[in-house]
Every structure is written in C-alpha cells, then in structure tokens.
C-alpha cells in the first residue's frame, strides 16, 4: 500500500536535487539535502540531531519539507502558519487484575471489566478535563487480554495515542491518565504495586510550529510559480511529523513544512459533490495522481528554494 506519501516525498527530493544542481549557477549559497529515516516512529530526526547534524553539516538559515495531503488536488499546495501538527505521544497501560473462572468471577478482579471503565474514564479527560480552546486527542487503539470467553485474565494491555499542541496540555493529560489509572486500581481494591502500569513510550514527536514569516514569504513564491488559485491556506492537524524537531534547538531554525495536494483531481471534484468520501493517509485505497503529484512537489520546492537562495 502507498500508506503516508513517503515515496512521493523522497522522489520529489530527489526530482528537487537534481533540478537545483543542473541550475547551479541561477543561486548562491548552501544549500543541504537531509535523507532522514524513521518518521514514522518519531525517532529520525531526533537520532540525526543527536548525532551531531548542526555540528558536522553548516546550520541551516532555514529549514524546509513537504508532505502529501490526501485532501487536497495534485497541482495544487497547502500552507498553515505557526502550529500545523500536534505532539505526538505513544503509551501503554498494563491493567492488572486477579484472573480465574468466569463462572466465579468474586473470586477474581477482572482486569477486563477494569480496563472498559478506564477506556471509558479516559474519553472525559478532553471533554471535561482540557479547555474547550485547547485542541487534544486521547485515543485507544488496541486492547488485548484474555485467552477465552471463559477465563477472567491476570492483564489487560491498552495502547494509546495522545495529541496537543502545547508543552502543558501534554503534561497535563499524561499526569491525569496516571491519576485516573490510580483511581481504578484504588477502586478495584488493588494494592498499590498492582494499580494499572502507565507506560510512556520513547516516541515523543514535538508540535510542528511552522515559522509565520518564512510561510508568508514561501507562500508568495507559490503563487507566483503554481498560480494563486492552486495555492492554498489549510487548517492545522492533530497528526505528528518530527520535521518539527528541526526547529526546536537551540539555533530556533525557521521551519516550514507544507502541504502537497495527491488527490486526482475527478475524486476530488466528486468528493465535493458528496458523491465519493476520499480516503486518508494510512488508508490501503489512497492513490496519489503520481505525475502531477511530483511535478507540482518539485516546482514548489524548487521554488521556495530560489526564493531563498536568490533574495
């Protein structure tokens, strides 16, 4: 399956490269190609940062990336100025219980039933929990416990995903879940070692806050390289992208990550129409339009990249 773009993104890279070397002599000045693994586990750009990426390679005056958009028409781009994506955190939670015979369930305490008041629990920290104006997502994407329809467990095992914008909504939900989870264990009658385990995951992907001044700059040179009505200003997200650790040193790089429209245009046209729900990113029946795709992808890098290079 296609899944998130990334080939689209590493064949526009390349298409980019080539295209400013052939007209190395049309701009001055350094320009520095990052091949970056492992986004989608949030640890690339980190793992590259430690490993000395501003100390071994010149730092860089701007930063700046691209990303497919599964909303959006190929030809065309989107930009969104300041928070663009959320922090990103990936957690587990242990619920531990007492198994035994589900014909004698008062002989056990049922990790199953503790974890369905938990999932349940967890749905109000947005909604009751973190103000109205501050966007957050808590998410429990998988479940797993038991061995058959008979037998109460000893453990029930939840994964969840959890997204903001800013440092203290994150905290703040962290130390919530953890509250909550002592609150079920506590209610349960569980001694204090077997209250559930809160397990914060090492995939922490920071806010994507895309610098105003460049985006404004960047956007102008879109519109005048792709046409005004193909340039588009989009609305943040709450999925993640650690390009946003680019910027959060202590050099305060300027970053701009934007959009690329990957939808052939009669879908989108339809999905207008309400005659067809366009599928999103992960999804198995995304299918990039791929030639208007990377063209429109490279003459928009390209043109960001003479905007700064020649001005």
Known sequence: MHACGHDVHMTVWYGTAKFMVENKKAWKGTLVFIAQPAEERAGGAKAMLEDGLY????????????????TLPAGTVGWCPEFAMANVDMMQIRVKGKGGHGAYPHTTVDPVSMASRLINDLQTIVSREISPLEPAVVTVGSIHGGTKGNVIPNEVVLELT???????????????????????????????????????????????????ALNQRIASAFENELGEENVIKTSPVMGGEDFGQYGRTKEKVPIMMF?????????????????????????SQFQPDPKPTLKTGVKAMSAALFELLTN
Not at 59 to 66: F, G, K, N, T
């Open 55 to 70: 100390e071994r390679f010149p730092v860089p005056d701007y930063a700046l990336s691209l990303h497919v958009n599964a």
């Open 162 to 212: 959890m997204r903001s914008y800013t440092d203290e909504v994150r905290n703040k939900i962290i130390e919530i879940i953890r509250r909550k989870c002592k609150a079920i264990g506590l209610s349960a009658g569980l001694p204090e070692d077997m209250y559930p385990e809160v397990i914060l995951h090492d995939e922490f992907c920071p806010a994507l806050f895309n610098d105003l």
């Open 259 to 283: 959009w690329l429209g990957a939808v052939e245009n009669e879908k989108y046209e339809a999905s207008l129409r309400g005659d067809l729900e366009l599928p999103s990113l992960h999804n």
